[in-house]
């Protein structure tokens, strides 16, 4: 048996980790879009590294889209097989790979009606068409279920505490008689976050496929969310005068912004501006989340008690058409505009960057990790020019961030994570899904907590597994 790494090796986005088994079985883990790499970042999307016609399954670990973005090129390509997920991450990943495909479509029309002499057409990667075919090939598989995928192998998911329906994926697979137990951590969440449950133990992996995003960073910051977003709010929409744009992921991230407004607006303290969540698919994340109440902490279901709408309050819209979305841009009063995707890569949110990056009565508020290739990974590193559209913006609006809504655990949750494992019957560590600075300075933390086989994949290696 090998696993080969095909994405999210040294990098945070293109989640892809396949097991190849001595009889030709394929298991593919996640089949992530990369996002945010630049100029490579098409390149990397065209060329898988493995043949989808031979994949047998995929397990899916969760719905965002650097884990599931993918899927549709793998089926359009030939794969055939069964994609094991959980029913919120099947309910999620539904309207996410719809709203790329349908992103994609767009930004690619877009970027066609302003080409310049000499550039090719560009040409999504698949189209809804894709979709609605992958969709009919999932499957799903409930937490704590002991399933069985053939003979030989089985499957069994808990919680991650990442997203909704986030899951790690423990599969034992018996060869020549012989049980080996890996584990894919998938991304882990928070303890103690804002909505979710905090992520759960499992049982002991002689394998484990660990994420590391943050893997040398602690989320502490010195204000609690709802005192930042007060003070950047009034800051920027009172005494500036003017705009507060945030991107955030559609999943999570949103949620946890409005629940944060909706506890400010709890306790008297909301200003009175008018708020923008601009994104359709936001608006679908958010109702699929309302009807998983099973996931939230117990801190929520207090809230719930006092509040049965915990993600709407006072001067609360959500903007749907393209239209109502292009007239904010004209809207000269102050306001909050959360808009998709995090990282400031694509959708509706990119425009209203460009539109308000050059005025410095505005804020820039990022909300969770960016690639740093990424326009949201360029404006936190303090980039005076950057460009959006192929053209070029001298960067006037304030850039702010709150590290402490990243929806990835920092390296004591990960460590915590593993707490339940005892290192010296863990054979190999691989770090996955992180900087390649980050997961050295990680290594030797889980060097020091006792694991002492831990290895950094590079993109496309594979390693034998006994």
Known sequence: MNIAFHGAARTVTGSKHLITLKNGTQILLDCGLFQGMGHVTDKLNDFFGFDAKKVTYLVLSHAHIDHCGLLPKLVAEGFEGKIFCTSATMDLARILM??????????????????????????????????????????????????????????????????LGSAA???????????????????????????????QQFDQADYILMESTYGDSLHKDLDPIENMLLEIINNTCKIKKGKVIIPAFAVGRTQELLYALNGLELKGKLPDVSYYVDSPLSSKATEILKNHPEV???????????????FGFKGLRFIESVEESKALNADPRPCVIISASGMAEAGRVKHHIRNNIGNHKNTILMVGYCEPNSLGGKLIAGQKVVEIF?????????????????????????????????????????????????????????KDAGFKHVAIPEYHQVFEIE
């Open 169 to 199: 994926v423990h599969l034992t697979i018996a060869e020549e008689g012989k049980p080996t137990r890996i584990t894919f951590s998938g991304d882990v969440g928070r303890y103690g976050d804002l909505l979710l449950k905090s992520p």
């Open 390 to 446: 192929r053209d070029e913006y001298e960067v006037k609006a304030e850039v702010r961030s709150i590290k402490s809504m990243s929806a990835h655990g920092d390296y004591e949750d990960l460590l915590q994570f593993l707490s339940g494992q005892d290192p010296a019957k863990v054979k190999q560590l691989f770090l996955v899904h992180g900087e390649y600075e980050v997961q050295q300075h990680f290594a030797s933390k889980l």
């Open 296 to 310: 939230y902490n117990n801190g929520v279901k207090e809230t719930l008690k006092v509040d049965h709408d915990i």
């Open 98 to 163: 719809m709203d790329s495909a349908k992103i994609q479509m767009q930004d690619a029309e877009f970027s066609n009606r302003h080409l310049r002499e000499g550039e090719e057409m560009e040409e999504p990667l698949y189209t809804d068409e894709d979709v609605t075919k992958t969709l009919g090939q999932m499957k799903i598989v409930e937490y704590e279920e002991d399933f069985e995928i053939e003979a030989g192998i089985r499957l069994r998911f808990t919680d991650a505490g990442h997203i």
